[in-house]
Structures are given as structure tokens and as C-alpha cells.
């Protein structure tokens, strides 16, 4: 019964939010504070280079600004970061799901479940965590959905704000903030080190996604 009242619960709110976003059709793409290509480069003991995407991956997510970015440190640990940020999520553009596009780049989930990220004001908010595996190789990925100072794990809520802001604020821009790191001898080191970067991450996302 719950399941079923919260499957219509979003079904409403979205096919409200489908003829909302065709009505408010009128000037609402808003582009970062500045690009991300800015996102500092060292993290504290991390030293971060960029990579560039293919042109027809780009345009293909329809992404307005992209970072993806290998970080690295002394000891050799390695964590990828990818920002992939959309100025407006109507005509059809929707940030696409990790979940439909690791499966297709060859990654199966093995494990999934929710981390917590400190903010720098004290709260903890959750993010998705997935332990992936190709081959004998695996890698810890967190993700979330990021917007107007607020971080989302649900793709479902993260739509349901997308139609609320669209309705408040004439804004539907988001982004997908991805971190992944290898998973060597040691699971529990690697998702520990994913959080903690993807804390750096989040606070300094504060200052360009608003």
C-alpha cells in the first residue's frame, strides 16, 4: 500500500510538472555561477587532471558544462570526478542516470546502498553508493543529484524538486556529480576515501551550482 501510494504520489507530481515545465517555457536557463572547468585542481592532498569527452558523448547528454577530472595522490590512490551540469531540463533534456549507464559501459552493481556526506554547516546528507565490477576489477561509486544548494540521492525526488523549482523559481537546472575510486585489497579504505573526497567536492560544488 505505501509502495503504491507513493507510485502515484510521483506519478502526479510529475505529469503536473510535465504540463507545468511546457507552460513556463520562457527564459529560465541559468548557467553556472562560473564554469567548472574553475573546480579547484588540489584538494588537499589530491592533484587533479582534466580529461576531455568525446564531442558526440557531449552532445549526446546534452550536457552544457561537463568536468571529468582523474585525481591523484602521493600514495597512488586514484579518484575520478565527473560534473556533468544542465542550464535547463526541459524540450526533453533530463540528466541520465548512472544507473542505465554503467551497465552499458560494461560495469555490473554488486552492491548498492546510501553513504552520508558531512556538510560544512554540521548536517549529513545521503548520496548513492554502488560497489561495481567488471572483469575481476571493482570500483566504489557515489552519486547525487545536486541544485540550488541542495544534494539528492533519489532520481524520483530529484525530478519532484525539478517540477517544484520549475513552478517556484522558473528553474529546472541541475546537475549529476559523480565519484568513483578502485577498490584494491581493502573495500571498507575505499568507500572511506570516497566519502571524504566527495565531501571536498560538495562544499566547494556550493560556490558554482546555486
Known sequence: ???????????????????TLHVLSHGEAVPLSKPLAMFPKVLQSWQGR?????????DGLALDDYL????????GGELGLYVGYYKSQRNGVTIHSPK???PGAG?????SGYA??????GQKVPVNMYVIQKG???????YWYESHGRIVASEYWAKIYMVLDAIRLNRTDAALVRVVTPVDQNGTLARQRAIRFAEQVSAELGTFIQ
Do not use: H, K
Not at 2 to 16: D, E, I, K, S
Not at 68 to 75: A, G, I, K, Q, T
Not at 116 to 121: A, N, R, S, V
Open 68 to 75: 571529468n577530472r582523474l585525481y591523484e595522490d602521493d600514495s
Open 100 to 102: 542505465n549507464c554503467l
Open 116 to 121: 552520508e556526506l558531512l556538510q560544512p554547516d
Open 50 to 58: 582534466d580529461f576531455l569527452m568525446d564531442s558526440r558523448i557531449v
Open 136 to 142: 575481476i576489477s571493482r570500483q566504489v561509486v557515489l
Open 1 to 19: 500500500m505505501r509502495t503504491g501510494y507513493r507510485y502515484w504520489l510521483v506519478t502526479a507530481v510529475l505529469g503536473a510538472g510535465i504540463v
Open 107 to 111: 560495469w555490473q552493481p554488486i552492491n
